[in-house]
């Protein structure tokens, strides 16, 4: 299966550069499985696409300042490194940039070695593990010391980084944001649970899984990243009786399709759990009915995911669409529900 499949042509003034002034008044494109339609709407409008006893799963990983450029402690060149994962003991998994100035044994310091990292192992592809020695409590630390990770094509400053979070993400460790989830805001949460729509959370803290590009021809053979996740008791018993009863399961965000399609085995199951799930034309998806997502990029393991979910000839002309239409993609883009 080839990766050009699932390519598009995207002007670049269409990548949206900043989020909407309101978060619920992006665009909504409801995208039709059974009738092969689409719509247009506004993403305050999600709530009259949700019925009495659907199921609404959300991702509520929260971004950490995952950004720092800091300098090595010998030579002084400057070192960018974007943390992925916190492997526990002070150990964080890490890119780095330039990487073949990272070697076992060097140290970056940051703010005035107010955190210090040390590598302590190199892996493929730029990756670094890293222990971190500091004072006081690390994300606290972080919180002075880093910025937020925002993706490249956003080239323009995000003036306040709360809008690189959901309104209801609870748990750091994210690298990047469940970005489907942003359009949200409390008062439409409001309204949702008062239609009699179950809203659960879970827990998948993005990672390098979610965001790194596919770089070969074949896709079959990519290998997606590991990224943490949690479900815990209660909602694990919740889901379990939703998908009991045939409710209509929701995902907001590929993170969250992937969390539930990695943990769903004749049952969900709470705890903690790692996945590097790739999901690709061809996989029959387990528990996932619908799923509102935002527009992605070319050739990403995520147009992938989408094209599994409905067709991917039929994706390609939704996007196309978009395109026509002047629909805002990536990240501060607009959003599409595919039902």
């Given at each position: 299966?080839?990766?050009?499949?699932?390519?598009?042509?995207?002007?670049?003034?269409?990548?949206?550069?900043?989020?909407?002034?309101?978060?619920?008044?992006?665009?909504?494109?409801?995208?039709?499985?059974?009738?092969?339609?689409?719509?247009?709407?506004?993403?305050?409008?999600?709530?009259?696409?949700?019925?009495?006893?659907?199921?609404?799963?959300?991702?509520?990983?929260?971004?950490?300042?995952?950004?720092?450029?800091?300098?090595?402690?010998?030579?002084?060149?400057?070192?960018?490194?974007?943390?992925?994962?916190?492997?526990?003991?002070?150990?964080?998994?890490?890119?780095?940039?330039?990487?073949k100035k990272v070697k076992v044994g060097t140290k970056i310091s940051f703010g005035n070695d107010k955190l210090i990292l040390e590598c302590i192992q190199i892996k493929d592809e730029g990756i670094r593990i890293f222990k971190t020695i500091y004072?006081?409590?690390?994300?606290?630390?972080?919180?002075?010391?880093?910025?937020?990770?925002?993706?490249?094509?956003?080239?323009?400053?995000?003036?306040?980084?709360?809008?690189?979070?959901?309104?209801?993400?609870?748990?750091?460790?994210?690298?990047?944001?469940?970005?489907?989830?942003?359009?949200?805001?409390?008062?439409?949460?409001?309204?949702?649970?008062?239609?009699?729509?179950?809203?659960?959370?879970?827990?998948?803290?993005?990672?390098?899984?979610?965001?790194?590009?596919?770089?070969?021809?074949?896709?079959?053979?990519?290998?997606?990243?590991?990224?943490?996740?949690?479900?815990?008791?209660?909602?694990?018993?919740?889901?379990?009786?939703?998908?009991?009863?045939?409710?209509?399961?929701?995902?907001?965000?590929?993170?969250?399709?992937?969390?539930?399609?990695?943990?769903?085995?004749?049952?969900?199951?709470?705890?903690?759990?790692?996945?590097?799930?790739?999901?690709?034309?061809?996989?029959?998806?387990?528990?996932?009915?619908?799923?509102?997502?935002?527009?992605?990029?070319?050739?990403?393991?995520?147009?992938?995911?989408?094209?599994?979910?409905?067709?991917?000839?039929?994706?390609?002309?939704?996007?196309?669409?978009?395109?026509?239409?002047?629909?805002?993609?990536?990240?501060?883009?607009?959003?599409?529900?595919?039902?």
């Amino acid at each position: 299966m080839k990766l050009d499949l699932f390519d598009y042509e995207l002007p670049k003034e269409l990548i949206a550069q900043h989020p909407k002034d309101k978060r619920d008044h992006s665009k909504l494109l409801v995208v039709d499985r059974k009738l092969n339609t689409t719509k247009d709407l506004m993403f305050y409008d999600f709530l009259d696409e949700l019925c009495e006893n659907d199921v609404l799963v959300m991702n509520n990983t929260k971004v950490i300042p995952a950004r720092l450029i800091g300098e090595k402690t010998d030579t002084h060149a400057v070192i960018e490194v974007l943390l992925l994962k916190d492997l526990g003991n002070n150990h964080w998994e890490a890119l780095t940039k330039p990487a073949k100035k990272v070697k076992v044994g060097t140290k970056i310091s940051f703010g005035n070695d107010k955190l210090i990292l040390e590598c302590i192992q190199i892996k493929d592809e730029g990756i670094r593990i890293f222990k971190t020695i500091y004072e006081g409590i690390f994300l606290e630390v972080l919180e002075s010391l880093g910025t937020m990770p925002l993706p490249p094509y956003i080239t323009e400053k995000l003036e306040d980084p709360n809008r690189y979070q959901t309104v209801y993400a609870k748990l750091s460790g994210s690298a990047a944001a469940p970005t489907a989830g942003l359009h949200f805001t409390n008062e439409l949460l409001d309204k949702i649970r008062k239609k009699g729509v179950l809203v659960l959370e879970i827990t998948l803290h993005v990672g390098l899984g979610t965001f790194r590009p596919v770089q070969v021809e074949d896709i079959t053979t990519h290998q997606m990243h590991h990224e943490s996740y949690e479900i815990s008791e209660e909602v694990a018993i919740k889901l379990n009786d939703s998908v009991k009863n045939k409710k209509r399961i929701i995902a907001v965000g590929t993170t969250t399709v992937r969390t539930l399609e990695s943990n769903y085995n004749n049952g969900f199951t709470s705890g903690n759990y790692s996945t590097n799930i790739f999901i690709y034309p061809g996989y029959k998806f387990k528990v996932v009915d619908s799923i509102l997502t935002n527009f992605h990029l070319p050739k990403s393991s995520l147009m992938m995911l989408i094209s599994a979910f409905y067709n991917r000839e039929r994706i390609l002309e939704v996007y196309k669409e978009a395109v026509n239409k002047n629909y805002r993609f990536f990240s501060f883009g607009d959003s599409m529900f595919i039902k």
